[in-house]
Nanobody
Framework: VQLQASGGGLVQAGGSLRLSCAVS????????MGWVRQAPGKERESVGS????????WLANSMKGRFTISRDNAKNTVYLQMNSLKPEDTAVYYC??????????????WGKGTQVTVSS
């Protein structure tokens, strides 16, 4: 399965971005999806996951109320809507896939990341 994240960029604090991750190679609805981020000099951090159907999702506490994970199984795409961005959200964001609905840091397949930079 191949994953391609896009939508990153430079945004001012308080702004919004929507990341997309297009999946190809296998049946998209067979995979739970997740997002992970890694800031410079820091370890990878789970952002959240969404189940195969999209009926369940979770977000890390620091993102709740600001970020939303969704998916469109007809478009083979998972999204991360990020609102009220803060400079500490600056990181490379990766999407991941797994046959299991688990923490995204444990998922099996990873795409190349997309850079998100939030200026103060």
């Amino acid at each position: 399965v191949q994953l391609q994240a896009s939508g990153g960029g430079l945004v001012q604090a308080g702004g919004s971005l929507r990341l997309s991750c297009a999946v190809s190679g296998q049946t998209f609805s067979s995979y739970a999806m997740g997002w992970v981020r890694q800031a410079p000099g820091k370890e990878r951090e789970s952002v959240g996951s969404i189940s195969k159907s999209g009926g369940s999702s979770w977000l890390a506490n620091s993102m709740k109320g600001r970020f939303t994970i969704s998916r469109d199984n007809a478009k083979n795409t998972v999204y991360l809507q990020m609102n009220s961005l803060k400079p500490e959200d600056t990181a490379v964001y990766y999407c991941a896939a797994s046959s299991r609905y688990i923490d995204p840091t444990g998922m099996d397949y990873w795409g190349k990341g997309t850079q998100v930079t939030v200026s103060s």
